[in-house]
């Protein structure tokens, strides 16, 4: 069907590509051979007057006198003989920066041609044993060598023949592994989840469950990160990566995954540190590292001043984007994104024909007061002990708070930063000192005017984040007032393809009424339409 959910999953493992450092026997002067690990790379079609090669009345455009400004991928100095075969074997060797386990390898040679390595044998190995070796002999221009081998970290590859005579050996990219596309009939029970918090003060994690029916003879090695691409007909659901998976029956998986913010808290700690008038790009470009995102031109340049602890990456995004009174979303897209809460009109409108019925009202408890503490840290305390022991090598000492003008006795500093320090020492009494930042809490508050004499006191408070700072705390309480202020949300199901979570939409609730707001959760269900449960949180209704 064109419309139906379709998830790609990309059955290889995570980092090898980016941890492979490649050499070849036979290689054109003009050609970078790290351009097979690009996943995009495509070589150009270019006439090369290799025998019966040149199709006239086709694309190819004759030879460049600058080949060394393409992307060729290898382009072997030899060529095949009449009968295809190379006098000396073209060998290419991967070596890896770590142990990885795959399904197999997937080669790109020339789809122009088009023309492939007809004779082949592979081998992995683990430092200089032997794991594994088998020969092959594609058929096609773009070839899977089907082999399960764990925990490699060197690949030989040997290149014997040309699928025609007198052909150069040319390989466009290489990957660990195998791409499949499942459609509904293979993955079911598919629950797709996705939200976002339009002023970040939770970061939720966006989910993906469904059951796998595998139709193929060739098996699965899911490992943690593997990327899954979730589709809907052309419109793309979101980008998954598994967390965990197991084994439900025969020819059954169950996979969970998650969505890049997940992945983020997967990638380890960020550092943190203390902040004076630095820009948000800056302090997000280290906390997202590898992971892709956007961040709204409008917050590039905001400058943020503060503390960011030694803590999982997910939570001091959380703290960059609440300090930004940004939302943060991956629904319906590649990346993270990083931007303002949307204002203005309804971008979608679900009446009665979107609406499968008319959408639940749940009221929250009136706000009554809206509190937010913004945080400074000053210097001028007192030094104190951080580390006094006997040490031989080193030792990785976290501090329970930032700390500045740090020094040693008896050891050296290796490196330092406002939350830890590693230091060494050859076995004599290592005094390591600093002095602790001071952190002064100030509290601002807004009063709800329109609470009345049988309202219970109620508050919200932000509390806890340290990158809010008394300058740009008045403006962030405006906007976290404005939220809190809003007691109703819609809950329904809907048709929905394009929508993304953090939108304006409209909705048609039980009593026929239209109502506003942003929307802040999908869960879908997918069968020959696209339908989600949705909850919309609307905007404040203007008091008469």
Request: glycine share 8%; net charge negative.
């Amino acid at each position: 069907m064109a419309n139906d959910l379709k998830i790609t999953y990309i059955d290889e493992p995570v980092g090898a590509l980016e941890g492979t450092t490649p050499s070849v026997t036979s290689l054109q002067a003009f050609c970078a051979l790290e351009d097979i690990l690009d996943t995009k790379n495509t070589a150009p079609q270019r006439a090369t007057l290799e025998d019966g090669y040149w199709v006239l009345g086709t694309a190819y455009r004759f030879f460049s006198d600058e080949p060394e400004k393409e992307t060729w991928g290898l382009f072997s100095q030899a060529i095949s003989g009449g009968d295809g075969a190379f006098t000396t074997p073209v060998v290419l060797t991967l070596e890896l920066d770590d142990l990885y386990s795959s399904i197999g390898l997937t080669l790109r040679f020339d789809p122009y041609g088009p023309t492939w390595c007809s004779d082949m044998t592979a081998a992995w190995y683990r430092d200089d044993t032997l794991l594994a070796q088998e020969d092959f002999t594609p058929d096609d221009w773009e070839y899977t060598c089907y082999k399960e081998v764990r925990n490699f970290n060197k690949v030989v590859l040997t290149f014997k023949a040309m699928s025609h005579g007198y052909r150069y050996l040319k390989l466009e990219r290489i990957s660990y592994g195998i791409t499949r596309v499942f459609d509904s009939e293979e993955c079911y029970a598919a629950d797709l989840y996705q939200d976002t918090n339009v002023v970040s003060d939770e970061l939720a994690v966006n989910t993906l469950d469904f059951t796998l029916r595998n139709r193929s003879d060739v098996g699965f090695l899911f490992q943690r990160r593997q990327g899954l691409r979730v589709t809907f007909g052309d419109e793309l659901l979101g980008i998954y990566h598994i967390s965990t998976s197991s084994r439900a029956g025969k020819n059954l998986y169950d996979i969970h995954a998650v969505d890049k913010v997940g992945l983020l808290e997967m990638a380890g700690d960020h550092a943190g540190g203390v902040y004076n008038g630095v820009a948000a790009s800056v302090i997000l470009a280290e906390i997202m590292g590898a992971i892709p995102y956007t961040l709204a031109s409008s917050l590039a340049s905001v400058t943020l001043t503060g503390w960011l602890p030694k803590a999982p990456r997910r939570d001091n995004l959380q703290q960059v984007a609440f300090a930004l009174g940004a939302m943060v979303r991956t629904g319906h897209s590649e990346a993270v994104d990083i931007l303002p809460m949307p204002t203005g009109n309804a971008t979608a409108s679900w009446g009665q024909t979107e609406s499968y019925e008319g959408g639940s009202m749940e009221t929250a408890a009136p706000v009554t007061e809206v509190q937010l503490v913004a945080y400074e840290y000053l210097t001028g305390g007192e030094s104190e002990t951080l580390y006094d022991a006997e040490l031989t090598g080193q030792a990785h000492v976290d501090f329970d708070a930032p700390v500045y003008g740090l020094a040693i006795t008896g050891g050296e500093i290796v490196s330092s930063d406002a939350n830890g320090a590693v230091i060494a020492g050859t076995g004599t009494q290592v005094v390591l000192t600093g002095t602790k930042y001071k952190e002064v809490k100030r509290i601002y508050a807004k009063e709800n005017p329109l609470r009345s004499g049988n309202d219970e006191d109620s508050p919200v408070r932000y509390e806890g984040m340290t990158l809010v700072s008394p300058a740009m705390a008045p403006v962030l309480l405006e906007k976290l007032y404005g939220v809190c202020m809003r007691q109703d949300t819609v809950k329904g199901k809907v048709l929905t393809v394009t929508e993304r979570p953090g939108e304006r939409v409209s909705i048609l609730t039980d009593d026929g009424e239209m109502r506003t707001g942003h929307l802040i959760s999908l869960d879908y269900t997918a069968t020959g339409k696209l339908a989600a449960d949705v909850a919309v949180l609307c905007d404040e209704e203007d008091e008469t």
